[in-house]
């Protein structure tokens, strides 16, 4: 990796799109830890000192995908994560609509419509998002044991210029990663997601050194580096299907005749049936902070709220296995899948073409999927259960984190390797 890094600076285009990203990430990181306009940045900072800002579960996903600026109310708080759900939601639509679907099938044309649709979603769930944010914090719910005011001014117009100025920020965060995806090296919005994730890292290790001792967060890292090691075997992991391709006569020309594979990967649902198993198990947080019924309260706090206890370990787990069956489910066709074989005269060896295809083909995924599944189950879920063993504080190699962190790194250098392989192939007479 260090050396395809080290051969793209060498190479003077490649340079300028890297130090291209690198400035973009900059400016992110910076706008990140700039306050918005009415918060007290002294109150933020007591109460993000608490233990209970440490502890907090309701956003801690947001906030993780902000690297941190959600809760001190920076211009960026919301991050990206309204890019990521209006994501999701249209690729779900997708599958619902007719029409969404016919825009997927148009090619480059619909696919920038479908872009177009998610810019507008993601502003209206930025929006949502972050007048909610600012009433907890205007309403002292953000940080509950913490009594300092966070936005000293709760008139209207200050409020809503807040509200205002973290929604610009979503856009903003929006138009870099497309940036860095036109201009840059890698996919904008993945690698604004790992920059985030990556700079929680070196205070989450301070953390755990200073409360849990050195020895612990000796086992820590040792833990996270054998974590990473097995999420990159498994991400690169795949069942390759053999496909062959008949050969055709179109004039006097001979076409196909070909082998070739079809590649599905052991995680084949990726990081959403984490995103969507979290965002559901934050529901009952959320409910019993506007319910004030104190059994449902009481319920919450002793099993939803703690991230180490049995029943939110077994729920989280089934949650994820539940959802990567569904997500599965919704994004690989084998009926579409195999309708294009058979129209491009391919098929796999040993099967017939058409229905006993898609069957095969829903066979394997079937198989592969539950493997799969369980490597999010425990990736996500063992770090939650080391919770007493770093004393509470949050386990900096969290599953989400992770996978995340090593999908983005793998494809980012898959690019750059890809574009050092064009600008230095050498001809066959050379």
């Not at 000293?152 to 100025?165: E, G, K, N, Q």
Request: proline share 5%; glycine share 8%.
């Amino acid at each position: 990796m260090l050396t395809a890094f080290t051969r793209a600076f060498r190479t003077p285009d490649l340079r300028k799109k890297l130090l291209f990203t690198v400035g973009i990430v900059v400016l992110f990181r910076f706008g990140s830890v700039m306050p918005s306009p009415g918060v007290s940045t002294r109150a933020v900072n007591t109460c993000l000192n608490s233990a209970s800002a440490d502890s907090s579960n309701v956003y801690s996903l947001i906030n993780l995908f902000s690297g941190g600026a959600l809760l001190q109310l920076s211009i960026f708080a919301l991050g990206i994560m309204p890019y990521i759900t209006s994501s999701i939601i249209i690729q779900l639509l997708v599958v619902v609509i007719p029409r969404l679907e016919q825009l997927k099938k148009e090619g480059s044309s619909g696919e920038q419509k479908l872009t177009q649709y998610t810019r507008y979603l993601t502003i209206a769930l930025g929006v949502l998002q972050a007048t909610g944010i600012v009433a907890l914090a205007r309403s002292g719910r953000l940080f509950p044991s913490c009594s300092a005011a966070i936005i000293p001014d709760t008139s209207l117009f200050r409020v809503a210029t807040i509200v205002i100025m973290m929604t610009a920020g979503t856009s903003v965060i929006m138009w870099m990663g497309e940036l860095i995806t036109a201009r840059g090296v890698g996919n904008g919005m993945s690698l604004l997601i790992f920059t985030s994730i990556a700079a929680r890292l070196p205070s989450e290790g301070t953390r755990i050194l200073r409360v849990a001792g050195g020895v612990v967060f000796s086992l820590v890292i040792l833990l996270g580096i054998a974590i990473m090691v097995f999420v990159v075997f498994v991400e690169q992991s795949q069942r390759r299907i053999p496909v062959q391709y008949a050969k055709r006569l179109i004039g006097r020309r001979m076409y196909g005749g070909t082998s070739t594979y079809l590649p599905i990967k052991v995680n084949q649902a990726g990081i959403i049936p984490v995103i969507f198993a979290s965002s559901l198990l934050q529901l009952p947080q959320l409910a019993g902070q506007v319910w004030s019924n104190q059994g449902f309260q009481d319920f919450e706090q002793r099993y939803l709220s703690r991230g180490d206890h049995p029943l939110y370990l077994v729920t989280y787990f089934a949650l994820i296995i539940a959802f990567t069956y569904f997500y599965v489910a919704i994004t690989f066709n084998p009926t579409e899948v195999a309708d294009n074989m058979k129209k491009y005269g391919g098929f796999i060896p040993g099967i017939r073409p058409g229905n006993p295809t898609a069957e095969y083909l829903k066979h394997v995924l079937d198989r592969i999927t539950l493997p799969g599944s369980l490597f999010l189950g425990v990736i996500t879920v063992l770090p939650l259960a080391l919770l007493n063993l770093t004393k509470d504080q949050p386990f900096p190699f969290a599953g989400t984190s992770v996978l995340i962190m090593v999908g983005v790194g793998l494809e980012t250098v898959k690019q750059i390797e890809s574009q050092l392989m064009l600008r230095n192939y050498e001809g066959f007479l050379r």
